[in-house]
Nanobody
């Protein structure tokens, strides 16, 4: 089934942007393409929460807290999913995880840290 590899996290000032990437390494295209892909995050002391998801038909869903600021996209030819994060705020600080769901099975990446601080 391969693994999910995230990148693009880091330290950024409030109001700036970051773009997270997730690649499904070792996953064949016929498995990746129909998968529901998503980004989740977990802040210290809090539960993991959905940030954004995108279906195989590119239907998207966002948490209310990120609507209008974050954009999820996918490139099936690269077996990748992206999260463009604009106008970042300190409350966006968290570990961001890539997620893949197919036939009821969940797969997670190792996470990438995003810290928003002046």
């Amino acid at each position: 089934q391969g693994r999910l590899v995230e990148s693009g996290g880091g330290l950024v000032q409030p109001g700036r942007s970051l773009r997270l990437s997730c690649t499904a390494s070792g996953t064949i295209t016929s498995v990746f393409n129909p998968s529901l892909m998503g980004w989740y995050r977990q802040a210290p002391g809090k539960e993991r929460e959905m940030v954004a998801t995108i279906t195989s038909r590119r239907t998207t869903e966002y948490a209310d807290s990120v609507k209008g600021r974050f954009t999820i996209s996918r490139d099936n030819s690269r077996k990748a999913v992206y999260l463009q994060m604009n106008d970042l705020a300190p409350e966006d600080t968290a570990v961001y995880y890539c997620n893949r769901v197919l036939d009821g099975r969940n797969f997670w990446g190792q996470g990438t840290q995003v810290t928003v601080s002046a």
